[in-house]
Antibody
């Protein structure tokens, strides 16, 4: 069965960086795109960007351009999302989510990773 | 960016009721519209894609319709497990964008 298992909660200071991982299993890793979506406490869902695990190409939301980097390791079927220059407003649960390459439809989600930014 | 606006923002209903949630896109997105359900402290769950197609395993009590800019999610015969927050999302253009959510509460 498809599983997306994310790394554990993180606490970071303002200005630091965080790197969250998402390990995929139960399907062919390079045959599906991976998205990152975040949710601040009590707020809605916010799309951050997408990576094609096959070639590593990425598209980021303009809001995160210059601060976010999405990468993948095909040997371990893992994607990573690194966010730099953290500020308190980046405190959120970060989700990875899989979509098919043809239609872009998200079908499976990771369990989420809480990132807390606090001095 | 395409703005997705859901209405209402919150909704109270009783077990057994049928409810409809509306989602409007700021420009046409054809049928590239998905719906997600989220319960407190949990990851979202994918319900519907292509405006009206059910994800595998999703019961037929959930239905979606619409095209262009106006879409609806209808849930029939509400059960206690259906009370949650629902989000629409367009995936026609980057950046993908979500509606602000509709919280469905028990009356």
């Amino acid at each position: 069965q498809v599983q997306l298992v994310q790394s554990g909660a993180e606490v970071k200071k303002p200005g630091a960086s965080v790197k969250v991982s998402c390990k995929a299993s139960g399907y062919t890793f390079t045959s599906y795109f991976m998205h990152w979506v975040r949710q601040a406490p009590g707020q809605g869902l916010e799309w951050m960007g997408i990576i094609n695990p096959s070639g590593g190409s990425t598209t980021y939301a303009q809001k995160f351009q210059g601060r976010v980097t999405m990468t993948r390791d095909t040997s371990t079927s893992t994607v990573y999302m690194e966010l730099s220059s953290l500020r308190s407003e980046d405190t959120a649960v970060y989700y990875c989510a899989r979509s098919d390459v043809v239609r872009g439809v998200i079908d499976y989600w990771g369990q989420g990773t809480l990132v807390t930014v606090s001095s | 960016d395409i703005q997705m606006t859901q209405s209402p923002s919150s909704l109270s209903a009783s077990v057994g009721d049928r409810v409809t949630i509306t989602c409007r896109a700021s420009q046409g997105i054809s049928n590239y519209l998905a719906w997600f359900q989220q319960k407190p402290g949990k990851a979202p769950k994918s319900l519907i894609y292509a405006a009206s197609s059910l994800q595998s395993g999703v019961p037929s009590k959930f239905s979606g319709s619409g095209s262009g800019t106006d879409f609806t999610l209808t849930i029939s015969s509400l059960q206690p497990e259906d009370f949650a927050t629902y989000y629409c999302q367009q995936y026609n253009f980057y950046p993908y964008t979500f509606g602000q959510g509709t919280k469905l509460e028990i009356k």
